[in-house]
């Protein structure tokens, strides 16, 4: 049985002050919405994986290197400090391990990561291993962009871009939507794209002829 996410140990992380606009500085910190908070990231990596936990529907919140665990199997001694932690909407949580590959790993961290996940079988916990294939692909750039302009935007200029959005004929190019609702920024219609109420295909570059297919009709109905 899966144990809650109360019962995984997360400590108190030390965080940067929620960023001010234009603060754009993804190399170790990431400003995540969901926490309304910068989270420190130990690599860039980790800060890209961010972008992917935001636009996660299922991932309520999430934590970076939450807790230091130290612990004996047999008369071996490990500590391992996992990337993140994960809450998500269920209730359930799991900790990722987040690096390029896991495939050319020096035997000793090898041998810590399987005693970790052994370490969360025993507990009920889960524990993922995340590779740059998973973090990164045909959508990032594009995700990217779309939450770092999201950033410039509020909740209530996004629900406002909503009702605009509405009244147009779909599908429309970015320019032409912007052309049409002159009351509508390019930082709520970021917002709206990377939320997924309106869709259009990701893998497409973030510029004036990016094409938006329309509303998401089953998001907008609730």
């Not at 995340?130 to 209530?156: I, M």
């Amino acid at each position: 049985m899966l144990a809650s996410i109360n019962s995984m140990p997360c400590d108190p992380v030390p965080a940067f002050p929620w960023p001010q606009p234009g603060h754009r500085n993804f190399s170790t910190t990431f400003p995540s919405r969901k926490n309304r908070r910068s989270l420190r990231c130990g690599t860039r990596l980790q800060a890209d994986y961010c972008v992917r936990l935001e636009h996660d529907p299922d991932v309520e919140q999430y934590w970076a290197l939450p807790h230091a665990f130290a612990w004996a199997a047999g008369t071996n001694k490990h500590r391992y400090a996992p990337h993140f932690l994960i809450a998500h909407q269920d209730g359930g949580g799991c900790y990722c391990a987040v690096q390029e590959s896991f495939a050319h790993l020096a035997a000793q961290r090898t041998d810590t990561l399987m005693a970790f996940d052994a370490l969360c079988h025993q507990h009920g916990w889960r524990f993922h291993r995340v590779t740059e294939a998973n973090v990164h692909g045909p959508t990032f750039a594009t995700l990217q962009s779309l939450y770092l302009r999201s950033l410039a935007t509020t909740p209530d200029e996004h629900q406002k871009c909503l009702l605009l959005l509405r009244e147009l004929s779909w599908p429309a190019t970015v320019k032409e939507v912007l052309n049409r609702t002159q009351a509508l920024s390019l930082a709520a219609l970021c917002s709206c794209l990377f939320f997924g109420d309106i869709k259009a295909n990701l893998s497409q570059a973030l510029n004036l002829d990016m094409v938006i297919q329309g509303p998401d009709a089953e998001a907008n109905s609730v």
